[in-house]
């Protein structure tokens, strides 16, 4: 089955020691997106990228890179987590069609601990 | 600054019956509407979307309603089943302006009793 892919599904980290989660996808879908999301909070877009080209919400920390070597693989690098950054991260995917807006389809997430 | 607001955090219905999530948004650039629905460990699926020329959508138990003069959408479930209970979470997206980014609410957590 096509599908998104997230790993690990939980991910413990130290105070300030750099972190990467994995998202892949079958679905060969052209653009996407990190979110995060905090207990009983709507999930907040970090950035996405369209292809290769690499969109930065306004107010996403610098903490937060990302990085995408080919289509199926995406990566989220946090240089330096803070007890902040504590969150579920969802990966997602989708395929931009002219004039209409795409449906994402999630993967399960990474639940990230910082101790 | 929540462009879009689900004001109940949680919403418990008897089997069988109606169920009606509610959604307010404040930018009036938002064209398209989506529900998602998400389950404990899962990632969000997409349930259902609307686009601002209609005022409904309907897909089997599910129809959405879009009021845009209010501002308010609402996704209707009928009849609600036990195995409905999820986190329901309203989207939007201003295609001319954001392209296909999407702004989510909080999300209402929707437990179907048997």
């Known amino acids: 089955d096509a599908m998104v892919i997230q790993n690990p599904r939980y991910q413990v980290t130290q105070f300030g020691k750099p972190v990467t989660l994995s998202c892949s996808q079958t679905?060969?879908?052209?653009?996407m997106y990190w979110y995060q999301q905090k207990s009983s909070q709507a999930p907040k877009l970090l950035f996405h990228?369209?292809?290769?080209?690499?969109?930065n919400e306004a107010d996403t920390p610098d903490n937060f890179q990302s990085r995408r070597p080919n289509t199926s693989f995406c990566f989220l690098d946090i240089r330096s987590p803070g007890l902040g950054d504590a969150a579920m991260y969802l990966c997602?995917?989708?395929?931009?069609?002219?004039?209409?807006?795409?449906?994402?389809?999630f993967g399960p997430g990474t639940r990230l601990t910082v101790l | 600054d929540q462009q879009v607001k689900q004001n109940s955090p949680s919403l418990s219905v008897q089997e069988g019956r109606i169920s009606i999530l509610n959604c307010d948004y404040t930018?009036?650039?938002?064209?398209?509407f989506l529900w998602y629905k998400k389950y404990p460990a899962e990632g969000p699926t997409f349930l259902i979307s609307?686009?601002?020329?209609?005022d409904k959508n309907e897909d089997g138990r599910f129809t959405v309603f879009l009021n845009k003069s209010a501002k308010h959408l609402s996704l209707h479930i009928v009849p609600s089943q036990p195995g409905d209970s999820a986190v329901y979470f309203c989207?939007?997206?201003?295609?001319?302006?954001?392209?296909?980014?999407?702004?989510f609410g909080e999300g209402t957590q929707l437990t179907v009793n048997p």
């Open positions: 609307i686009s601002s020329i209609k």
């Open positions: 997602a995917t989708s395929t931009r069609q002219s004039g209409l807006t795409d449906t994402q389809y």
């Open positions: 930018n009036s650039m938002f064209d398209y």
């Open positions: 989207a939007a997206s201003a295609r001319e302006t954001s392209g296909s980014r999407l702004t």
């Open positions: 990228y369209y292809d290769k080209d690499f969109n």
């Open positions: 679905l060969n879908h052209n653009v």
